[in-house]
Structures are given as C-alpha cells and as structure tokens.
C-alpha cells in the first residue's frame, strides 16, 4: 500500500509529507521510502497558530478558522506528495495535524486538540484520510504520547546492545526497546521562543546554533530551569508547549528578563537553553541504561546541541537515524504512514508500555476519499518488526 505520512510538529512551521510503499511480510513490517516534500506555512497561518497556542486564549470563531486552514495547508501537502512522489497513485494519506493543546494535570493527559480538518485532505486527494490518532490512546487512559512509539520498537527491534530511539522537535522524546517512552522535556522549543524573542520576531529559530556557539550558559537560570518538577516525574509522562513556551522561560528569568537579570546577552541565554535540552535529552538516555541513540528530528540539525548531547554521553554511540537509513528528517511523518497502514488493516497503533494505556488501541478517524470506501482485508496479526528497505526516490 502507497502511503502519504503528513505531520507538522511543535515548531509549526511547516507540512512534512512523506510517502512510504508498505506491506507486511510475515511478520514483518516492510517499509520502502519514497522521499519527502517539506510545504511551509505562510507567514498568515504561521503567525495566527503562534498566537493561538498556550497560554493564549482563543476565541471558538479563530479555532475553526485554523482547523480549515490548516486543514487546507495539510491537503495541499498531500496533493504535492501524490504528484511529485507517487506519480499520482498513492492509496492512503495518513494526518497527524496540528497540535494546538494537550491537556495534561496531576501526571494524567485528560484529553488533546489536533487541528486539520481531514476533510479538505480527502476533498483535495480524492483519497481516504485516517487523521485525529491520540484521542483513542487518551480515551484508553494513555497519555496520547508519544505516539510514535510503537514505530520505534518495530524498528529498534533486532538492533544489538540497548538502543533508543530519540526525536528532538519542539519536544524531545525516546523510547526504549522494553517499551519505556517519555518526553524528556523541551527540545528547540524554549531555543525556538528565545531567538524569536531576541530577534523581536525576525528569527524563527537558532539556525545551525550559531548563537548559541558565541556565548556561555548562565548557571542561574539554568539551575532554575533544571528544577522544574516534570523531570523527575517517572514513566510514562508527556509534556508540551502548554508548559514550555515564552512565558514560562520569561518566568524562569526571575522577571528581569530571560537572562535573570539585565544585561544578559542573548548568546548565553540561547547557550543556556541548548545546554538545558542536552543534559535533560542525557539524563531521559541514561535513565533507561542505552548503548546507542539514534536520533532524528529538526533538532538533529543544530551541530552545538548534538555536540553538547555527544559529550554528555561519552559512553553511548550517538547517530542520525540517516546512518541507518531513516531519513531523520522525515522520520515522524513516516510513523505516522505506518499507523495509518495499521489502521487501515484493523491493527493496533499503540503499545501500553509506553503511552501507559489501559489495552492497545486502533487509531484514528477514517474519513473516506470519493470513490467507495474499500480497505484491505484486516491482517490476522500486527508485525513484530519493522524493516526499511532500498529507497525507491522519484527523480
């Protein structure tokens, strides 16, 4: 099956879609890449989801214009996709959407908001649509995340040694080949709201970690910022914007600014933050005793971040999911390909080691494309394991 993974992570500046031909051998899970199409938001939709995300309020007239725009951004992804990547034949599109809250109090997630109306996607394509996959984790008692767990375990799977695999987005999280998984804390998230906010809107992020490079951490507001609570809340937890975002850093800073007080240069401060995602990325990595990451994510794009994370962690082989050849920045949407393939087949999405979840779940609401509804035969079994195969790239 032809599947189109659409996703636009914590730092919601782009559609990532990527498509993958899948198909279960046996019991394993064969997944042959077929590339990648990275579609920004533009500006108007970037700036109206930044300002709609916590600890914003927001009107209900403003919620349902982004669920259409977003949805209309995610169908236009998806139509790119089928045209440059599978020659128009793709059979599925699987959507993540945009998440704009995750509801999560006293160590449960209580329930989660995914905007993207998958209507516009099956209006666009002409193809069936499985989108809003955490509620079913949530509705199970599960904490919705990560939900690219189970991919992570299929894929581990066979690997020597103790390996984890690792996402640095907005937020950083790991899972481990036992079936632990967790959000180790921010990952470009607090950097993205610094640079941002230094640049008085005209940097999105610390491209290259350039910034970070010329300045020093500043041990004040690092030891604030290590003491927040979730980290040393146990397994499974998930956490997100609606705690690490500008407010909460401008907080941390004592209220005389980001730095603590005045003066601080913005270097530092960016130093301090990179330096804040490595040592809690370490920490969740040694918690679970790794002998190998890999890693995967747009954080994986910051050679001072995975430089610090490398040095934290001298004892364990850290490596781009592309060694393994898993393009890393695609991963995620991939994952999400592969959870719509399950869906489509009956199969479970989840494993309850690792969202904390009651029973294994089928993900996801299918929204059917023009023609008749006709899914594949329900599959007798789920896959144990997931291979990627030879890459088969459109020119």
Same mark, same amino acid.
Request: overall charge negative; hydrophobic content about 45%.
């Given at each position: 099956?032809?599947?189109?993974?659409?996703?636009?992570?914590?730092?919601?500046?782009?559609?990532d879609?990527?498509?993958?031909?899948?198909?279960?051998?046996?019991?394993?899970?064969?997944? /042959?890449?077929?590339?990648?199409?990275?579609?920004?938001?533009?500006?108007?939709?970037?700036?109206?989801?930044?300002?709609?995300?916590p600890?914003?309020? &927001?009107?209900?007239?403003?919620?349902? %214009?982004?669920?259409?725009?977003?949805?209309?951004?995610?169908?236009?992804? $998806?139509?790119?996709?089928?045209?440059?990547?599978?020659?128009?034949? $793709?059979?599925?599109?699987?959507?993540?959407?945009?998440?704009?809250?995750?509801?999560?109090?006293?160590?449960?997630?209580?329930?989660?908001?995914?905007?993207?109306?998958? #209507?516009?996607?099956?209006?666009?394509?002409?193809?069936?649509? +499985?989108a809003?996959?955490?509620?079913?984790?949530?509705?199970?008692?599960?904490?919705?995340?990560?939900?690219?767990?189970?991919?992570?375990?299929?894929?581990?799977? @066979?690997?020597?040694?103790?390996?984890?695999?690792?996402?640095?987005?907005?937020? #950083?999280?790991?899972?481990?080949?036992?079936?632990?998984?967790f959000?180790?804390?921010?990952?470009?998230?607090?950097?993205?709201?610094?640079?941002?906010?230094?640049?008085?809107?005209?940097?999105?992020?610390?491209?290259?970690?350039?910034?970070?490079?010329?300045? +020093?951490?500043?041990?004040?507001?690092?030891?604030?910022?290590?003491?927040?609570?979730?980290?040393?809340?146990?397994?499974?937890?998930?956490?997100?914007? /609606?705690?690490?975002?500008?407010?909460?850093l401008?907080?941390?800073?004592? @209220?005389?600014?980001?730095?603590?007080?005045?003066?601080?240069?913005?270097?530092?401060?960016?130093?301090?933050l990179?330096?804040?995602?490595?040592?809690?990325?370490?920490?969740?990595?040694?918690?679970?005793?790794?002998?190998?990451?890999? #890693?995967?994510?747009?954080?994986?794009?910051n050679?001072?971040?995975?430089?610090?994370?490398?040095?934290?962690?001298p /004892?364990?082989?850290?490596?781009?999911?592309?060694?393994?050849?898993?393009?890393?920045?695609?991963?995620?949407?991939?994952?999400?390909?592969?959870?719509?393939?399950?869906?489509?087949?009956?199969? $479970?999405?989840?494993?309850? %080691?690792?969202?904390?979840?009651?029973?294994?779940? &089928?993900?996801?609401?299918?929204?059917?494309?023009?023609?008749?509804? %006709?899914?594949?035969?329900?599959?007798?079994? @789920?896959?144990?394991?997931?291979?990627?195969?030879?890459?088969?790239?459109?020119?």
């Amino acid at each position: 099956m032809l599947v189109i993974g659409l996703m636009s992570g914590t730092s919601y500046d782009a559609v990532d879609a990527a498509a993958a031909e899948l198909r279960l051998d046996g019991d394993t899970l064969v997944l /042959e890449p077929r590339g990648m199409v990275s579609t920004p938001y533009d500006d108007g939709l970037r700036e109206a989801l930044g300002a709609a995300l916590p600890p914003a309020a &927001v009107p209900l007239a403003e919620v349902c %214009r982004l669920d259409t725009r977003i949805g209309q951004a995610f169908a236009a992804a $998806a139509v790119r996709a089928d045209h440059e990547l599978c020659d128009r034949r $793709a059979e599925l599109v699987a959507s993540h959407g945009q998440t704009v809250y995750h509801w999560a109090d006293g160590g449960r997630v209580h329930g989660t908001l995914q905007l993207g109306q998958p #209507a516009w996607i099956a209006e666009a394509t002409g193809l069936p649509v +499985v989108a809003d996959f955490r509620p079913r984790d949530v509705a199970a008692g599960g904490q919705g995340a990560p939900l690219v767990s189970l991919f992570d375990l299929l894929w581990l799977r @066979g690997r020597p040694g103790r390996p984890v695999a690792l996402n640095i987005g907005g937020i #950083a999280n790991l899972t481990a080949p036992d079936g632990t998984a967790f959000d180790t804390g921010p990952g470009c998230a607090l950097l993205d709201a610094a640079a941002r906010a230094f640049s008085s809107g005209r940097l999105a992020y610390d491209a290259d970690g350039a910034l970070a490079a010329r300045g +020093v951490p500043y041990r004040p507001l690092l030891d604030r910022l290590l003491a927040e609570p979730y980290y040393a809340r146990p397994a499974p937890k998930t956490t997100g914007k /609606e705690l690490f975002h500008s407010g909460y850093l401008r907080a941390a800073g004592g @209220g005389g600014g980001y730095g603590g007080v005045d003066g601080v240069p913005a270097e530092d401060v960016l130093a301090t933050l990179t330096l804040l995602t490595a040592r809690t990325v370490a920490d969740g990595v040694r918690s679970v005793g790794a002998t190998e990451v890999l #890693a995967s994510g747009g954080g994986t794009r910051n050679p001072v971040l995975m430089d610090l994370l490398r040095s934290l962690l001298p /004892e364990v082989a850290v490596r781009s999911s592309d060694e393994v050849g898993l393009p890393a920045a695609a991963k995620e949407a991939y994952a999400f390909a592969v959870l719509g393939f399950l869906t489509a087949h009956g199969l $479970a999405g989840t494993d309850p %080691r690792s969202t904390g979840a009651r029973r294994p779940s &089928v993900l996801g609401s299918l929204t059917p494309g023009r023609g008749p509804l %006709r899914l594949p035969p329900v599959a007798e079994q @789920g896959p144990a394991r997931l291979v990627v195969g030879a890459a088969q790239m459109q020119p």
